[in-house]
């Protein structure tokens, strides 16, 4: 008698592989349909359990987020309160008084290279509830070519392993979102598929109510499975630079100041950091559309890195670059070593260049490049870094490129 397949009954000549069993057979493809069946069932049941979850109160959110990020207090605060409320919120069970507490979505200003990334990958690093960050330049509205609104949840449910009740209590950190501002203060004559039109299609998602999101991500089309993921439990964090918002901000303060008090409340403005003043009505005259404004709340800022901060960005935060590049000579078992000179060097470069913690890592690539280059070919031992040798390989040519 022929050996056979226990499920399909096909025998050993009609499949690819029959595996043998205590008291019967099952074949390639039986096994295949077998694992897809578990994998489709146990993805009803959520791994999430908040239940024995000890949560850290804000100001250990806050200490954590000092260890790797130097400043923005302002910032911090507001994000640590963000996740504790949000974690109170999915714990909280609904008493008597029914009392609903709703979620806080924030929005993040600050310059290019002031943190608000860093801020939203280190926050990952400590969370127990999924997490993703997503892009919004890549955003259209739909029927465009670009990624659909929806594709921003498809990433919060590969983050939560297509665990949809875990996805349904995540986070969503939304980067550059000043890139999807419209071009100007009026409405849109055409349409502005890339700036207006996602604005609008964010504002189902931002609120929560019940989105059909692709498994896959891509373009929705009528044959495709989709899965419904309720958005009333996933907290919002939008971050962008905002790029010229300064104006809009000076504007409006030096049109409101009017009357018997006005040259002393004029002095009192920073003309140094105006992201200090912002206000909800500065976003829009920036290109946010009032709806979306309502739903981001909480408005934080990162304020502008002065020199000791980008000091202290050189060496403290545990995951520094000059850090980063002793250990990558030390897995060469070369010691390096830099002068103090030297980091005071690269400070003063980064403010010339105006590019704040991404400057210093520029500077720095020109600086050592070479080095990397040859010292794992010699048998040095110890290298030292001085300002003569940062000078020379910062020449003219490496400083009009770092401009560029």
Do not use: W
Not at 142 to 158: H, K, M, N
């Amino acid at each position: 008698m022929q050996d056979k397949c226990s499920f399909c009954g096909r025998t050993r000549n009609e499949v690819n592989l029959l595996i043998a069993g205590t008291d019967g057979f099952i074949c390639d493809d039986c096994a295949t349909q077998a694992y897809d069946i578990v994998q489709e069932e146990m993805r009803g049941k959520s791994n999430l359990n908040l239940d024995n979850l000890e949560v850290k109160k804000p100001i250990e959110i806050k200490s954590f987020l000092d260890q790797y990020v130097i400043g923005q207090d302002e910032a911090k605060k507001h994000l640590a309160v963000a996740v504790y409320n949000h974690y109170k919120r999915l714990l909280h069970k609904p008493g008597k008084d029914d009392v609903e507490i709703e979620k806080s979505n924030i929005v993040m200003v600050g310059r290019t290279g002031t943190g608000k990334t860093l801020l939203a990958r280190t926050i990952a690093k400590m969370l127990h509830v999924p997490f993703t960050i997503v892009d919004a330049t890549v955003l259209t509205e739909a029927g465009y070519v670009g990624e659909d609104i929806e594709s921003i949840l498809t990433r919060l449910l590969q983050a939560a392993d297509y665990d949809v009740e875990a996805a349904e209590k995540g986070i969503v950190f939304i980067d550059e979102l000043d890139k999807i501002a419209r071009k100007g203060d009026n409405p849109s004559i055409t349409r502005d598929v890339s700036g207006e039109g996602v604005q609008q299609g964010l504002l189902k998602l931002l609120e929560g109510s019940i989105v059909n999101v692709p498994p896959q991500g891509g373009r929705k089309h009528p044959d495709q499975k989709m899965i419904p993921v309720n958005t009333k439990n996933i907290l919002f964090i939008c971050g962008g630079a905002f790029d010229g918002i300064e104006k809009k901000i000076a504007a409006r303060m030096n049109s409101m100041v009017v009357g018997f008090h006005a040259s002393q409340a004029i002095e009192k403005i920073d003309r140094e950091n105006f992201l200090q003043y912002i206000a909800q009505q500065d976003l829009k005259s920036f290109g946010l559309i009032p709806e979306i404004i309502g739903r981001l709340p909480v408005l934080t800022y990162l304020e502008p890195l002065d020199r000791q901060a980008l000091r202290n960005i050189l060496t403290e935060p545990k995951n520094a670059i000059i850090r980063q590049y002793i250990k990558l000579f030390e897995l060469d078992n070369i010691t390096l070593k830099f002068d103090e000179e030297v980091y005071e060097y690269i400070v003063d470069k980064a403010i010339e260049f105006k590019l704040g913690a991404r400057g210093l890592r520029s500077i720095c690539e020109a600086i050592m490049t070479d080095l990397m280059f040859e010292v794992p070919s010699q048998d040095k031992k110890e290298i030292t870094v001085t300002k003569a040798y940062a000078e020379e390989k910062l020449s003219h040519v490496h400083a009009q490129k770092l401009r560029a």
